[in-house]
């Protein structure tokens, strides 16, 4: 069954660094997401991209955040400046047109 | 991911009773609603979905009830499992623009031996 998967499960990194999470999404899926869980809270969406520009974002998904999908299979999360708050898990989500979403195993993000 | 649970409301059912999960909903203007299940370290996995012009949907031991008129979602699991312990969130959605889902807080279920 295909699925979304993300890289790295874990990052750590000192705050004021940048990062970069990836994530592949299922192959023949139109529809790609960040979502973010702080720890023992919520799953919140961030933003949304479509036909290869961002259709919608939070108010979350300030000018720290950007996404990209550099080719035809990778959608990443980059994050300029991190921050303390920044730590959480990041999921990517995909979807085809209609129809549930499907998540990937999440990216822990430790800001130190 | 990790739900550590300290403000998670929870839910301790014996094993092989019925579960019922229940949420409420911001947006009356959401048509599509989700149940996800999210066990420790793993993302959310689908488990039901419905559309507002329905009030009830049914699954392999999962039933989902929608009651629009208090924005209110429940889901049900039949003869509960060890397995099926974990957080359990509802989702909200418009089935056109983005599709984004909210979330809601999530109910921990905890299956007991």
């Known amino acids: 069954e295909p699925e979304v998967t993300q890289t790295p499960s874990h990052q750590v990194t000192q705050m004021g660094q940048e990062v970069i999470l990836r994530c592949v999404p299922i192959?023949?899926?139109?529809?790609f997401y960040w979502y973010r869980q702080i720890l023992g809270q919520k799953v919140e969406f961030l933003v949304s991209?479509?036909?290869?520009?961002?259709?919608?974002k939070s108010e979350i998904f300030d000018d720290q955040f950007s996404v990209e999908r550099p080719d035809g299979s990778n959608f990443t999360l980059k994050i300029r400046s991190t921050k303390l708050e920044d730590s959480a898990m990041y999921f990517c989500?995909?979807?085809?047109?209609?129809?549930?979403?499907?998540f990937g195993p999440g990216t822990r993000l430790t800001v130190l | 991911g990790e739900n550590v649970g300290l403000h998670l409301p929870t839910l301790s059912v014996q094993e092989g009773d019925n579960s019922i999960i229940n949420c409420a909903y911001s947006?009356?203007?959401?048509?599509?609603f989700i149940w996800y299940k999210q066990e420790s370290g793993k993302g959310p996995q689908f488990i039901i979905d419905?559309?507002?012009?329905?009030d009830k949907r049914q699954g392999q031991r999962v039933t989902v009830l929608l009651n629009k008129t208090v924005k209110h979602l429940s889901l049900q699991i039949a003869a509960t499992q060890p397995g099926d312990s974990a957080v359990y969130f509802c989702?909200?959605?418009?089935?056109?623009?983005?599709?984004?889902?909210?979330f809601g807080t999530g109910t921990r279920l905890k299956v007991l031996a």
């Open positions: 989702a909200e959605s418009r089935a056109s623009g983005t599709y984004k889902y909210i």
């Open positions: 991209f479509y036909n290869n520009e961002i259709s919608e």
């Open positions: 947006n009356s203007a959401s048509d599509y």
């Open positions: 989500a995909s979807r085809l047109l209609a129809g549930d979403s499907f």
């Open positions: 192959s023949n899926h139109l529809y």
């Open positions: 419905i559309r507002s012009n329905m």
